[in-house]
């Protein structure tokens, strides 16, 4: 059976999530916001928790480490390249290795860009993939510490995994970057009719997170940079997807 796998809002727009082995009980935690938000879900549902997978260094991805660990005794893993900067890990996991989580194979993907040694979680069993700050709904994470290149080819990895799966990404951004996508896009009936789902979905408080990846790849502009017809609306013809990129993510960085 697949993963049960919950939403837990977290600070003002972080999102965490729990992955609950129906069958064994046990239970995981994608990146730890808020230790208290997360801690309230868990005793709601009659959860303990017993691993925590990290996607990156940044505070608002791992401050609630140290609380939940000591109160739950659970596992971190995160990535080797990150672990100078983490908190301590009983597992450091490195781009293209896979591990067993209660009897689920996790794939771990390095998405450097957003920061250098992000890491993605896929679960192919689950039809789940976390992607953090590397590819959000409807866009990608600011370039902290990485190059568009970098980025551009960790977007390509993610777009080559199967179009059905679910993308949980880290916050609710998803109202902003539509009004971004649709300055790159003004015409894609995709993006529209998404950007009507969004609005109503926000104005009763839902999340828009996760996204089908097939929604993505047909509106997000971050995962479209490939495209003749993207490449036009920017006169930007015949240009190379990663300058394309560029250029997108240059937009948005002063949208």
């Given amino acids: ?20 082995d129906t069958e064994s009980g046990q239970t995981a935690l994608v990146d730890a916001p808020d230790a208290d938000a997360i801690t309230a879900e868990l005793t709601a549902r009659g959860w303990t928790l017993d691993e925590i997978l990290l996607t990156h260094h940044h505070w608002d991805h791992i401050d609630g ?29 490195n781009d293209g290795e896979s591990f067993d989580l209660f009897g689920h194979e996790v794939q771990v993907l390095d998405v450097s860009g957003h920061t250098i040694g992000h890491i993605a979680f ?34 390509s990895k993610l777009m080559r995994l199967p179009a059905d799966i679910l993308v949980y990404s880290g916050h609710e951004y998803t109202q902003s970057n539509a009004a971004f996508a649709l300055t790159i896009e003004p015409d894609n009936p995709a993006l529209k009719s998404r950007i009507a789902q969004i609005d109503s979905a926000r104005g009763t408080g839902k999340a828009t997170v996760p996204s089908a990846m097939q929604l993505e790849l047909d509106t997000n502009p971050f995962l479209r940079a490939h495209l003749p017809k993207v490449k036009e609306l920017l006169g930007m013809a015949g240009a190379e997807p990663v300058e394309v990129f560029t250029e997108i993510r240059k937009r948005k960085d002063s949208f």
């Fill in 1 to 20: 059976m697949p993963l049960e796998i919950v939403t837990v809002p977290c600070l003002s727009d972080n999102y965490a999530f729990l992955l609950h």
């Fill in 65 to 93: 480490v140290a609380p939940l660990r000591e109160a739950y005794g659970a596992k971190v893993t995160g990535a080797a390249a990150d672990a100078h900067r983490l908190p301590k890990l009983d597992r450091a996991v």
């Fill in 122 to 155: 896929y679960i192919p069993g689950s039809n789940a993939v976390f992607t953090a700050d590397s590819l959000m709904a409807l866009g990608c994470g600011r370039l902290f510490e990485g190059t568009p290149a970098q980025m551009w080819e960790s977007l």
